[in-house]
């Protein structure tokens, strides 16, 4: 009976986990850390309502089996790559270092397809960094999930994810791209719990397809 620690709840990945994890019989107790109150009433569920810029408040809070982290922002929302930097690298990696500071000895991390500290987009670049400098940590396991283009109803829409949704399943119908093919936050989530659960290395990366196998191990 495990507890598992969730920042980024409120997404699309994120609260697709959560759902999962309070019906999962392997974990006692689900602490979330969010922006807004989730209105999520179940016996599992100790939620963190948080500032995200105040780490000193809510380091002592983050205890537990399992970080589980579906963080992030799109530039639009964020209005500038600076304030994206400072959501899908600084607040994930002060979690993970928090984490890892008080004992909690998974981490499952949502990156993205690419990823890479070289890489010449910005997005990818600072997707690689935040993954090479959570490999440095001391956990005894972690899990880097890279999901390509992601589908499910979202509480924003994103024009560009569903035009992008459309041409590529409109080239898997005729198999091409396949590995690209869009991948429901659902069956990332269901990755995430399943990826913890495995013991075989200290770090393990899936990628793209790799999911979809991932999600239905049971």
């Given at each position: 009976?495990?507890t ?6 409120s ?12 019906d ?11 922006r ?40 639009k ?34 990156s ?12 990818s ?68 719990i ?25």
């Open positions: 009976m495990k598992a620690i969730v920042i980024g709840a997404g699309l990945v994120g609260s697709n986990l959560v759902s999962l994890l309070l999962d019989h392997r974990f006692e107790k689900i602490v979330i850390f969010t807004r109150p989730s209105l999520i009433n179940h016996k599992k569920l100790k939620e963190h309502v948080i500032q995200f810029d105040s780490s000193e408040a809510f380091i002592p809070y983050v205890k537990g089996d399992v970080l589980f982290s579906a963080l992030g922002t799109t530039i929302a964020a209005g500038s790559q600076a304030n994206q930097y400072l959501v899908d690298y600084t607040y994930q990696y002060q979690f993970a270092k928090a984490a890892s500071d008080n004992g909690v000895q998974n981490f499952v991390l949502v993205a397809a690419h990823a890479s500290p070289d890489a010449y987009f910005f997005y670049r600072m997707k690689g960094e935040l993954e090479r400098d959570i490999c440095r940590l001391n956990f005894a396991h972690i899990r880097i999930l890279k999901p390509g283009l992601l589908c499910g109803e979202r509480s924003q829409k994103r024009p560009g994810e569903w035009i992008g949704f459309m041409a590529l399943t409109s080239i898997n119908r005729i198999g091409l791209f396949r590995r690209y093919r869009p991948i429901h936050g659902k069956t990332v989530a269901r990755a995430m399943n990826a913890n659960f495995l013991n075989e290395k200290a770090h393990q990366v899936f990628e793209l397809d790799r999911l979809f196998s991932l999600a239905a191990n049971h």
